[in-house]
């Protein structure tokens, strides 16, 4: 026959280990506060467009300029201003800006179906998500004296847009560097709503 032990302490200690075991098997299924990631900035948003327009849709010494804060400034989803970038390159007058801002209900009149339709923006098929397009890439009057491209995409809670335009002539920009430019801006925004 066995002897147990009943030893007071003996059953303490093993509780007391037991208690540590759990707690460490716990704690490595869980993240800390120091371990969440930091919130996007700005430039998570805007530098990739910025590397499109340098190897993609190349404008020469295209520069980009924040205009809501810096480079490093938060994009939360409570920010009303949201992200504006313009990416400016002046002897060559071809200039683009890109916005960030949070969804708003698709019933308000500010929100993308009221934009979309108010803008004539149509449908870009072919890509992963739904995104709108404005082609008027060519002049086609003397009235209409800049060549613009726009594009519009949503992935809740943000609708992101990037508009390209020429200022004095037909945008010289093909097929293949929209569809680019909307995958680019479908991606961003995503990896920003994540």
Same mark, same amino acid.
Request: negative net charge.
């Given at each position: 026959?066995?002897?147990?032990? &009943?030893?007071?302490?003996?059953?303490?200690?093993?509780?007391?280990?037991?208690?540590?075991?759990?707690?460490? !098997?716990? %704690? *490595?299924?869980?993240?800390?506060?120091?371990?969440?990631? %930091?919130?996007?900035?700005?430039?998570?948003? *805007?530098?990739?467009?910025?590397?499109?327009?340098?190897?993609?849709?190349?404008?020469?010494?295209?520069?980009?300029?924040?205009?809501?804060?810096?480079?490093?400034?938060?994009?939360?989803?409570?920010?009303?201003?949201?992200? @504006? *970038? =313009?990416?400016?390159?002046?002897?060559?007058?071809?200039?683009?800006?890109?916005?960030?801002?949070?969804?708003?209900? $698709?019933?308000?009149?500010?929100?993308?179906? %009221?934009?979309?339709?108010?803008?004539?923006?149509?449908?870009?098929?072919?890509?992963?998500?739904?995104?709108?397009?404005?082609?008027?890439?060519?002049?086609?009057?003397?009235?209409?004296?800049?060549?613009?491209?726009?594009?519009?995409?949503?992935? $809740?809670?943000?609708?992101?847009?990037?508009?390209? =335009?020429?200022?004095? +002539?037909?945008?010289?920009?093909? +097929? %293949?560097?929209? @569809? &680019? !430019? @909307? +995958?680019?801006?479908?991606?961003?925004?995503? +990896?920003?709503?994540?």
């Amino acid at each position: 026959m066995t002897r147990r032990h &009943t030893d007071p302490h003996r059953a303490r200690r093993l509780l007391g280990v037991s208690m540590l075991i759990v707690a460490a !098997a716990t %704690a *490595c299924g869980t993240t800390s506060g120091t371990n969440t990631p %930091a919130a996007h900035t700005q430039k998570d948003f *805007c530098v990739p467009l910025l590397d499109y327009f340098r190897t993609t849709f190349p404008i020469d010494g295209v520069t980009l300029t924040y205009t809501r804060g810096t480079a490093d400034t938060a994009i939360t989803q409570d920010a009303d201003g949201g992200v @504006a *970038c =313009v990416f400016s390159q002046p002897a060559k007058h071809i200039t683009a800006n890109a916005s960030l801002r949070r969804t708003k209900s $698709d019933e308000d009149h500010s929100g993308l179906p %009221a934009y979309v339709k108010e803008m004539n923006l149509v449908p870009l098929p072919g890509h992963s998500k739904e995104i709108w397009i404005s082609d008027a890439r060519a002049k086609q009057s003397s009235i209409h004296t800049k060549g613009v491209v726009e594009l519009a995409t949503r992935s $809740d809670p943000w609708v992101s847009g990037i508009t390209i =335009v020429n200022e004095t +002539d037909t945008l010289a920009i093909t +097929d %293949a560097q929209i @569809a &680019t !430019a @909307a +995958d680019l801006l479908i991606t961003t925004t995503q +990896d920003i709503s994540h």
